[in-house]
C-alpha cells in the first residue's frame, strides 16, 4: 500500500480530529505516510496531533503525524493535498447569514450572497496556496473540501498547473436522506448524482434512480398519495416526483425560497451561530479524550461525527494505490456532462486511480433544471474570475447573476454591507 506525504490545510479546525480519524481507519491503505497538519493556531494544532498519534497508537495505525504554521514547510515534497479550511472561522460565515437576511434574502455557506463571500474569502486563500505547491510540490494532487467547491476549484483549474479535484458526500448522501424522509430503506437506493456541487439531480442514464432494483420516483409518487405530514419531506419529495430526478436537499433554496426565507427568518439564530455555541464542547471533548486510556470520538461531541472527510481519504486511496474505482468528483468536465462547457468544473463520476480523475461521460443533467443549473453554471464561473484577479465591479456582476440575489438595488447593498465585514479577509481590489 502507498506510503506518501500528506499535507491537511485545516489541520487545526473542529472537524480535523474527525478527518484524522478517517485516516486511521484507512491506515492499512497508506501504512507508513506522513501526515501533516498545518493551521493558524499553534495550540490547536498540538492538541489535534496528540489526540489523533494515540488514536493512531491505539488502533495500530502506521501513521506519522506532525503540525506546523508554516504553510509552505507543510507543502514541501508533499504527494497529496487536503485543503479544508475557513477564512473568518464560524464568525464570518454567521456574517453571511445574518446580513443577507436581514435584506429579506438568502445567505448560506455556499448558496446566495453568503456563498458567495464565502467563495472570495476562499479562493483569495486558495490562490497563495496553489502558489507554494507550484513551488515546494509542483506534481501532488490538491483533494479540495473547502466550500464552496466547485468555485474553489473552478478558480484553482482555469489559473493553475496544479491537478486538483473538489469533494463532497453530497452526490451519495442526497438520494438517501430522500429514502429516508419517505420512509424508505436508504440501502435499498441506486443513484447517479451530477449537475453542479450542491446543486446536483439524479441522471436518467444507467436506467435514472433505482429502490430495489425498481425506478424511485413511482415508489415516491406512491408514498405523497399515502401522506406525508412533514412539511420539508413533503416539499422534497413533491419536487422529486415533479422533476422525475432525485434533488441534491440545497434546492429547496431555490424552488422554495420564499418558504426557506421565511423559516430561516423566524429562526432566532442562524446555524453558524448555533455551530459557535458548540465548538468549546467540541475543543472540552477533544482535551478530555486526549488523556483517555482509549481516546474515542464522541458523535455528539465532535464536529462532524466520527468519521470527517471520508470521500477526501476514499479518493486518494484510489489515487495512491491506483484502484481505478468510481468516486462522485469536481472536476472540469471535458464533454462529460453535455448541458454544460468543457472548462466548467462539474460534479459528476470519475474513474479515480493512478492516472487522477476521468469523467465518466455521455450525461445529460434533467431537462426541467437545465436553464437553473446553466444560471448557476455561469454564476460559478463569474465567481472563480473575480475572486482570482478581477475588480469590485466585475465582483459585482458576478454577485447579481446568483438566481437567489437577481435584484441590482439588492447586490449592491449586500457587496457594501459583507465587503465591509469581511475586509481583512479579501484583497483591497475586491474592497
Known amino acids: ?34 501526515i501533516v497538519l498545518q493551521d493558524l493556531d499553534q495550540e490547536r494544532l498540538d492538541l489535534v496531533r496528540r489526540l489523533a498519534s494515540r488514536m493512531a497508537a491505539a488502533q495500530g495505525a502506521d501513521l506519522k503525524i506532525t503540525v506546523t504554521t508554516d504553510r509552505r514547510e507543510a507543502l ?18 454567521a456574517q453571511d447569514e445574518r446580513i443577507p437576511l436581514s435584506h429579506g434574502a438568502i445567505g448560506q455557506e455556499t448558496q446566495g450572497a453568503g456563498g458567495f463571500f464565502m467563495a472570495l474569502r476562499a479562493i483569495t486563500v486558495a490562490k497563495g496556496l496553489v502558489a507554494d505547491m507550484e513551488a515546494v510540490c509542483p506534481q501532488a494532487t490538491l483533494f479540495n473540501y473547502t466550500n464552496p467547491v466547485n468555485v474553489v476549484a473552478q478558480a484553482i483549474s482555469d489559473h493553475s498547473p496544479i491537478k486538483v479535484v473538489s469533494l463532497c458526500e453530497g452526490p451519495i448522501v442526497f438520494p438517501r436522506e430522500i429514502a429516508e424522509l419517505a420512509g424508505l430503506d436508504p440501502g435499498r437506493v441506486r443513484a447517479v448524482m451530477l449537475g453542479l456541487n450542491h446543486a446536483c439531480w439524479s441522471a436518467a442514464e444507467d436506467g435514472g ?11 415516491l409518487a406512491q408514498k405523497l398519495q399515502e401522506g ?37 427568518q423566524d429562526k432566532p439564530t442562524t446555524r453558524a451561530q448555533d455551530i459557535l455555541k458548540d465548538v468549546p464542547d467540541y475543543w472540552k471533548h477533544y482535551h478530555e479524550q486526549v488523556d483517555a486510556p482509549f481516546p474515542t470520538l464522541d458523535p455528539a ?15 486518494m486511496d484510489a489515487v495512491f494505490n491506483d484502484k481505478g474505482e468510481v ?21 459528476v463520476p470519475c474513474l479515480v486511480g493512478a492516472q487522477g480523475m476521468r469523467p465518466l461521460s455521455g450525461y445529460r443533467v434533467p431537462p426541467p433544471v ?21 475588480s469590485r465591479e466585475q465582483a459585482m456582476r458576478a454577485l447579481v447573476s446568483n438566481p437567489l440575489v437577481r435584484s441590482l438595488r439588492l447586490a449592491e447593498t449586500l457587496y457594501d454591507e459583507l465587503a465591509a465585514a469581511h475586509r481583512n479577509h479579501l484583497p483591497e481590489r475586491l474592497w
Open 76 to 93: 514541501e515534497g508533499c504527494d497529496g493535498v487536503l485543503s479544508s479550511y475557513r477564512p473568518g472561522g464560524f464568525e464570518a460565515r
Open 209 to 219: 434512480a433505482q429502490y430495489g432494483g425498481q425506478p424511485m420516483i413511482p415508489v
Open 327 to 347: 468516486w462522485p468528483t469536481n472536476v472540469r468536465n471535458g464533454g462529460a456532462i453535455a448541458d454544460f462547457p468543457d472548462s466548467l468544473v462539474v460534479e
Open 1 to 34: 500500500m502507498a506510503s506518501v506525504k500528506l499535507a491537511y490545510i485545516g489541520g487545526g479546525s473542529t472537524r480535523a480530529p474527525g478527518t484524522l480519524a478517517s485516516f486511521i481507519r484507512q491506515a492499512q491503505n497508506f501504512s507508513g505516510s506522513e
Open 370 to 390: 437545465r436553464g437553473l443549473l446553466s444560471a448557476l453554471g455561469e454564476y460559478q464561473q463569474l465567481t472563480a474570475d473575480a475572486a482570482w484577479d478581477g
Open 228 to 264: 406525508i405530514e412533514d412539511d420539508w419531506a413533503r416539499r422534497w419529495i413533491n419536487l422529486a416526483v415533479g422533476m422525475n430526478s432525485l434533488p441534491a436537499s440545497y434546492m429547496k433554496y431555490y424552488y422554495f425560497e420564499r418558504e426557506m426565507l421565511r423559516e430561516l
Open 301 to 315: 461531541l465532535s464536529r462532524g461525527g466520527i468519521f470527517e472527510l471520508e470521500v477526501a481519504v476514499d479518493v
